[in-house]
């Protein structure tokens, strides 16, 4: 079999984009050709990352890119009138965008043998090219994209419309990949597809005794209770501020991160109610994380049930608190409650009010000596022989094998 010639579309931009990156590494190390269409709102040229070949679309209508303020999450300024008006604009202008950028990857794009989809944008612009030049399509769904964001709150008429379009792309892929088993069920149950599941864990790295956080922070010994990864509204973010008065004296809460809620909690860590308890530390490069994140003595992911995605989803933190070795308090969620009772590394509970997470943390905190040692060490070993990135690449590997099969031999095939 000789090496394919993959492209993926990626309906955003690949630098922080953390699954993304470490397939197209993946299938680089195979020996495969990987090219990566992105989209960009400024030119600019082709350029290597990992050792694929990322292509940066620019459409020529740039009227609405991904990350735009969106009057669907929150326009209370406006009356009635005003909000549909600017929903209308909002709908209409992403949606032009988005045929612009889906246009230009077929005038720049080359033929491919597979064509591989990210979300359900990556996969209409992936099956356009495969409809164009033959091949295979892979559909990578992230998350049920129609259960967020924006997505979750278009009129009905959309949605269903969008449904019918995912469903048919879906359909006549040749594999679908997904983050985790409830999601795969949900999307086995709308669309009639059987994804193989490959978590979004990070690739395992050195066990740690020692951080930078206790020490940039200067925090001694202090129970440290950490939320980490994006400060913005439905994440418990809310939530584990406000327990704070309920949790021990001595104990640190820090948030480390980024997003809409950095500059308030900013500001209160700097009030006397608040002085010394409350730390907020800017994000950091995701390479450098778990020499941050594994001074924590609970890690917390208090995600709440604003969404489907929510509730089904498998947070990468979840993955990088293992590989630190981190206890974490957790949603009590399908998946998230599975994972910790199956690995021992933690507790799933209400964290809906400050006082119900306050007493999760406190659960945790007040164990012997000797059991959150314990933890610590099941997190570990979880990370080391199941949720790290070399495990579960395996089978996105297989999948490519099977592709190998029928597009890799005697050249593309047209379906």
């Given at each position: 079999?000789?090496?394919?010639?993959?492209?993926?579309?990626?309906y955003?931009?690949?630098?922080?984009?953390?699954?993304?990156?470490r397939?197209?590494?993946?299938?680089?190390?195979?020996?495969?050709?990987?090219?990566?269409?992105?989209?960009?709102?400024?030119?600019?040229?082709?350029?290597?990352?990992?050792?694929?070949?990322i292509?940066?679309?620019?459409?020529?209508?740039?009227?609405?890119?991904?990350?735009?303020?969106?009057?669907?999450l929150?326009?209370?300024?406006?009356?009635?009138?005003g909000?549909?008006?600017?929903?209308?604009?909002?709908?209409?202008?992403?949606?032009?965008?988005?045929?612009?950028?889906?246009?230009?990857?077929?005038?720049?794009?080359?033929?491919?043998?597979?064509?591989?989809?990210?979300?359900?944008?990556?996969?209409?612009?992936?099956?356009?090219?495969?409809?164009?030049?033959?091949?295979?399509?892979?559909?990578?769904?992230h998350?049920?994209?129609?259960?967020?964001?924006?997505?979750?709150?278009?009129?009905?008429?959309?949605?269903?419309?969008?449904?019918?379009?995912?469903?048919g792309?879906?359909?006549?892929?040749?594999?679908?990949?997904?983050?985790?088993?409830?999601?795969?069920?949900?999307?086995?149950?709308?669309?009639?597809?059987?994804p193989?599941?490959?978590?979004?864990?990070?690739?395992?790295?050195p066990?740690?005794?020692?951080?930078?956080?206790?020490?940039?922070?200067?925090?001694?010994?202090r129970?440290?209770?950490?939320?980490?990864?994006?400060?913005?509204?439905?994440?418990?973010?809310?939530?584990?501020?406000?327990?704070?008065?309920?949790?021990?004296?001595?104990?640190?809460?820090?948030?480390?991160?980024?997003?809409?809620?950095?500059?308030?909690?900013?500001?209160?860590?700097?009030?006397?109610?608040?002085?010394?308890?409350?730390?907020?530390v800017?994000?950091?490069?995701?390479?450098?994380?778990?020499?941050?994140i594994?001074?924590?003595?609970?890690?917390?992911?208090?995600f709440?049930?604003?969404?489907?995605?929510?509730?089904?989803?498998t947070?990468?933190?979840?993955?990088?608190?293992?590989?630190?070795?981190?206890?974490?308090?957790?949603?009590?969620f399908?998946e998230?409650r599975?994972?910790?009772?199956?690995t021992?590394?933690?507790?799933?509970?209400?964290?809906?009010?400050?006082?119900?997470?306050?007493?999760?943390?406190r659960?945790?905190?007040?164990?012997?000596?000797?059991?959150?040692?314990?933890?610590?060490?099941?997190?570990?070993?979880?990370?080391?022989?199941?949720?790290?990135?070399?495990?579960?690449?395996?089978?996105?590997?297989?999948?490519?094998?099977?592709?190998?099969?029928?597009?890799?031999?005697?050249?593309?095939?047209?379906?």
């Amino acid at each position: 079999m000789r090496p394919l010639r993959i492209t993926m579309l990626l309906y955003g931009e690949i630098e922080h984009d953390s699954r993304v990156r470490r397939e197209m590494s993946t299938l680089v190390e195979l020996g495969h050709e990987v090219t990566v269409a992105t989209l960009y709102g400024k030119s600019r040229p082709p350029f290597e990352l990992d050792g694929a070949r990322i292509v940066p679309l620019r459409p020529a209508h740039r009227g609405l890119l991904p990350g735009a303020e969106s009057p669907f999450l929150g326009d209370r300024k406006r009356g009635r009138i005003g909000r549909l008006a600017a929903r209308g604009r909002w709908a209409a202008s992403y949606a032009t965008t988005f045929q612009y950028w889906r246009r230009a990857a077929g005038r720049q794009l080359p033929p491919a043998d597979v064509w591989h989809g990210h979300d359900l944008l990556g996969l209409l612009a992936a099956r356009d090219m495969q409809r164009r030049h033959g091949g295979g399509l892979v559909h990578d769904s992230h998350e049920l994209f129609l259960e967020a964001g924006s997505a979750a709150r278009l009129p009905s008429p959309v949605r269903k419309l969008l449904f019918r379009m995912e469903r048919g792309a879906s359909r006549k892929a040749d594999a679908v990949i997904t983050v985790n088993t409830s999601i795969a069920d949900e999307l086995d149950r709308r669309y009639g597809v059987q994804p193989v599941v490959v978590m979004n864990c990070p690739p395992l790295g050195p066990a740690r005794k020692k951080g930078k956080l206790r020490d940039h922070l200067g925090l001694g010994s202090r129970p440290v209770v950490l939320f980490h990864g994006a400060l913005s509204a439905g994440r418990g973010v809310e939530q584990l501020v406000d327990s704070l008065p309920l949790l021990p004296a001595e104990a640190a809460v820090v948030l480390l991160g980024y997003g809409e809620l950095t500059a308030p909690y900013s500001a209160l860590s700097a009030q006397a109610s608040h002085r010394g308890r409350l730390f907020v530390v800017p994000a950091v490069p995701i390479a450098d994380l778990p020499d941050w994140i594994c001074d924590a003595d609970v890690g917390v992911i208090a995600f709440q049930p604003v969404d489907r995605n929510n509730v089904l989803g498998t947070p990468n933190k979840l993955f990088e608190y293992l590989e630190a070795g981190v206890p974490m308090v957790v949603s009590d969620f399908p998946e998230m409650r599975r994972l910790v009772d199956e690995t021992g590394a933690g507790i799933a509970r209400d964290t809906s009010t400050p006082g119900s997470l306050a007493a999760a943390v406190r659960e945790l905190l007040d164990e012997p000596k000797s059991e959150r040692k314990s933890r610590k060490l099941r997190a570990r070993r979880a990370a080391e022989t199941t949720y790290n990135w070399a495990v579960q690449s395996q089978k996105l590997v297989a999948v490519y094998d099977r592709l190998n099969e029928r597009y890799g031999t005697n050249g593309s095939s047209t379906r």
